[in-house]
């Protein structure tokens, strides 16, 4: 991110304007920063269902933001980066594609944030761009971090209406949000006072 930041910078003193395929770069580096590192897997295998969900080393599936990472709020500034990225391109005058909004998503997919990533297909659909079976999986993947299963099978049901077909990344992020919301409501119901 910092070398194409640079090379943005060279590019306004050589009076030279980025295009949609440079700032689609330093969006997908954004989104890729290791601080969004994500695998559907981490926080299911060998999580400690009994372990206090506020230690800063628990290790407990729950909704919002990556269970897996216990550093909120540098997850949340490498989304407003991704988010402030896209602003920047829209006021630069370049018009976000497909590309553009596949980072946003992929950024709010990692943290959880359903409704985001909801909005952020919505603008991809007032602006004419065509969801795609990848569009709606990173929304799933939003839904599978935030043990949102109600909302996953919503959006599978969205898909079907809108006849985009499912792939095996769909049904992973389907059965991801199976098994969170299953050890979710196991955690809450191992908890004596609730």
Known sequence: SDAIGGLMERMG??????????FNALLRSEAADRSLAWHPDEDVEGADLGADPSADTAKVPSGGLNSNYTHAEELQNAVIRVEEMMRDMVESGVDPD??????????????????????????????????????????????ATASDLDSAVRIRNAMRTSDIAPDDITFLHLFTACARHTRAVAVTLRDEED
Not at 121 to 128: H, I, N, S, T, Y
């Open 13 to 22: 003193e050589a009076g030279v304007k980025p295009d949609a395929f440079v």
């Open 98 to 143: 497909l590309h553009s909004f596949m980072a946003l998503l992929t950024a709010y997919a990692k943290v959880g944030d359903v409704a985001a990533a909801g909005d952020a297909l919505a603008g991809m659909k007032a602006r004419g761009i065509t969801l795609d079976t990848w569009a709606f999986n990173a929304l799933l993947q939003a839904c």
